[in-house]
Nanobody
Framework: QVQLVESGGGLVQAGGSLRLSCAAS????????MGWFRQAPGKEREFVAA????????RYADSVKGRFTISRDNAKNTVDLQMNNLKPEDSADYYC????????????????WGQGTQVTVSS
């Protein structure tokens, strides 16, 4: 059974940092993309960042570009999201995703989803 388990969420003040981690089990994602989405209460789910298998290519939503950094460790089957200079509008549930064949921002292209971790940024 494939599982993606996120950790690292919490409460932080605006301007602060958090690092989200996602551990995958049940299979490796060799050759597949991994990434992060988020969903705030009352809002649609939105793409945050994605990374290719070899970590050579990354993609970010414009709203987080320059503040967030995605990375992955294929040996450990993990993907992380370093979030700096956090803003109140970054508050959301963050979901780890895996299994895309390309570097896509389309949610339906990811076959596997974690349960989510909550991030709250206070002003």
């Amino acid at each position: 059974q494939v599982q993606l388990v996120e950790s690292g969420g919490g409460l932080v003040q605006a301007g602060g940092s958090l690092r989200l981690s996602c551990a995958a089990s049940g299979r490796t994602f060799r050759g597949y993309g991994m990434g992060w989405f988020r969903q705030a209460p009352g809002k649609e789910r939105e793409f945050v960042a994605a990374i290719t298998w070899g970590s050579a290519i990354t993609r970010y939503a414009d709203s987080v570009k320059g503040r967030f950094t995605i990375s992955r460790d294929n040996a450990k089957n993990t993907v992380d999201l370093q979030m700096n200079n956090l803003k109140p509008e970054d508050s959301a549930d963050y979901y780890c995703v895996a299994g895309s064949t390309g570097l896509t921002h389309i949610a339906s292209q990811y076959a596997y989803w974690g349960q989510g971790t909550q991030v709250t940024v206070s002003s």
